[in-house]
């Protein structure tokens, strides 16, 4: 079964759809499936599997910056791939957010699955709430990777969402150079953004007397 995976976030930004989405694609090909991913990649793409669409625009969503590709010359990349790939089956994370999704929405023949990620609530959701019920009843099945992303997405949009938490690359953890450590330890994960707490377990460094490295850039 050849699969497409669809991506609206750059692909070669960090972010926990874009991880999920490239992890994806490498477990389905490992098991057989030819697969590619399709999205924007603001530079070379991360791996030979992925077809990029273009330079990501930053935009404020959700209490962080999405990077992604709304425009017009994305639109008709997303169409000429899926008209070379043709996929048997095209899996679209954040179905509804502008972009790639939304064009294959509109566009592919193939049988759809749409995975929701966010949670908390969506202004254009709200704002454009006809038009993308409209768009969601495009596809096959609905997931979600968390009660509180199903809870948004139903309230949003109506429809049945099964929770599939997000997928974890157990081998390539096990493979992992483990850090050492002399003491108590708290290993952060996610960007330097206000609503991933960050600063909150910074503001309580003092009183705990832990180490403090920092890995990354954000």
């Given at each position: 079964?050849?699969i ?31 697969t590619?991913v ?20 930053p ?7 999405a ?14 791939a ?6 048997d ?19 592919a023949?193939s049988?759809?699955?749409g995975?929701?990620h ?28 968390s ?5 948004m997405?139903?309230e949003?949009?109506g ?10 690359e ?17 290993f952060?994960i ?6 991933k ?5 910074l ?14 850039s954000g």
């Amino acid at each position: 079964m050849r699969i497409g995976i669809i991506c609206p976030y750059s692909l070669t930004l960090p972010g926990g759809v874009q991880g999920q989405v490239l992890g994806l694609a490498r477990v389905l090909r490992s098991i057989g499936h030819p697969t590619r991913v399709l999205g924007p990649c603001d530079g070379p793409p991360p791996d030979t599997g992925v077809t990029p669409l273009g330079d990501s625009l930053p935009t404020a969503a959700n209490g962080s910056i999405a990077p992604i590709a709304p425009d017009v010359s994305c639109a008709l990349r997303t169409i000429r791939a899926l008209r070379d790939e043709d996929f048997d089956v095209l899996h679209l994370h954040e179905p509804l957010a502008p972009g790639p999704t939304t064009t294959a929405l509109f566009l592919a023949q193939s049988p759809m699955v749409g995975t929701f990620h966010a949670a908390g609530g969506s202004l254009a959701y709200d704002l454009l709430n006809r038009p993308v019920r409209w768009l969601s009843r495009r596809m096959d099945r609905v997931f979600a990777v968390s009660d509180d992303a199903a809870t948004m997405a139903r309230e949003s949009l109506g429809g049945d969402y099964e929770v599939l938490f997000n997928g974890v690359e157990v081998q390539r953890s096990r493979e992992a150079t483990p850090w050492p450590t002399d003491g108590p330890t708290i290993f952060f994960i996610g960007r330097h953004e206000p609503r991933k707490g960050l600063a909150v377990l910074l503001g309580r460094h003092g009183r705990t007397g832990f180490r403090r490295p920092s890995l990354g850039s954000g």
